[in-house]
């Protein structure tokens, strides 16, 4: 199975966050659209991880 974590960007904040967790491709889509709805949240992406990181 593949593994998607989201990157983005936050006012305030010089360095791109990246979630914790990984995701399937479905949940990764979901919760993108969930960050992208947090107040200054911006430049939101989905990126493939390597098996096991």
């Known amino acids: 199975m ?3 974590r989201l990157q983005w960007t936050k006012a305030g ?3 791109r966050q990246e ?3 990984s ?3 479905a949940a990764a889509e979901d ?8 107040e200054g ?3 939101v992406e989905i990126v493939k991880v390597k098996p096991g990181n």
């Not at 919760?31 to 947090?38: D, Q, S, V």
């Open 2 to 4: 593949e593994s998607y």
């Open 31 to 38: 919760y993108k659209a969930l960050k992208e709805a947090e």
């Open 13 to 15: 904040r010089d360095e």
């Open 41 to 43: 949240v911006s430049d």
């Open 23 to 25: 995701y399937s491709a």
């Open 19 to 21: 979630s914790a967790v």
